[in-house]
């Protein structure tokens, strides 16, 4: 149980595109999504919190306008970076949080993100 | 951000050693978790521990809750090649829903 999926695996796109990461959680339902951007050789950074069928909290420095989050549903919570820029190329990993068991979270696969 | 502070950083053992990783805060966890992550993939969930003083296995694996509520570690018994990656602990802070993470310990094994 508590499967995290993430949609694509790898993505390699143009400077000024947009591109749109999915997280399903496959078997529980998940009220609150995680997302975070991982450099190489460090930690995982949060960057926001996203709340079923409400707006989502970003964390301080994390331009909303750039990373866009839509949690429309208790299995699905997209992560859109918009006009990306080389320097958005990252590990972009996102995490789902079961409220019947507690704390814990769950973590997708990660998607790398490569913006030419 | 607040982290949790972890160490060793990294490791570099032989097959067939014990390894032991700590995390310590200057805040209470009500919760401490244990993942370990393999090169290009997210971190997968080993062991969860929700009560102070517990200690709880998973295969090779062994975790406990410190009695403090600041601290946690984490035993690799018998290590084998596999068991090679980044391992982190991590936290949720009282009262938010959001995790903090140790700075992870990068296990290399020696055959």
């Known amino acids: 149980g508590a499967v995290v999926s993430q949609h694509p695996s790898r993505v390699i796109c143009k400077s000024g595109t947009s591109v749109k990461i999915e997280c399903r959680s496959l078997d529980f339902q998940a009220t609150t999504m995680f997302w975070y951007r991982q450099f190489p050789k460090q930690s995982l950074m949060l960057m926001a919190t996203s709340n079923e069928g409400s707006k989502a909290t970003y964390e301080q420095g994390v331009e909303k306008d750039k990373f866009l989050i839509n949690h429309a549903s208790l299995t699905l919570s997209t992560l859109t970076v918009t006009s990306a820029h080389p320097e958005d190329s990252s590990f972009y990993i996102c995490?789902?949080?079961?409220?019947?068991?507690?704390?814990?979270?769950?973590f997708g696969p990660g998607t790398r993100l490569l913006v030419l | 951000g607040q982290q949790l502070n972890q160490s060793p950083q990294s490791m570099f053992i032989q097959e067939g050693e014990d390894v032991s990783m700590n995390c310590t805060s200057s805040?209470?966890?009500?919760?401490w978790l244990w993942y370990k992550q393999d090169p290009g993939e997210g971190p997968v969930l080993l062991i969860a521990l929700y009560k102070a003083g517990e200690l709880t296995s998973n295969g090779r694996l062994t975790a406990q809750f410190g009695i403090t509520r600041k601290d946690s570690f984490l035993n690799i018994s018998a290590s084998i090649p596999s068991d090679v990656g980044i391992y982190f602990c991590a936290g949720p802070l009282l009262g938010a829903q959001k995790l903090v993470f140790g700075q992870g310990t990068r296990l290399t094994i020696n055959p």
């Open positions: 995490s789902a949080r079961d409220p019947s068991i507690g704390e814990t979270q769950y």
């Open positions: 805040s209470i966890f009500n919760t």
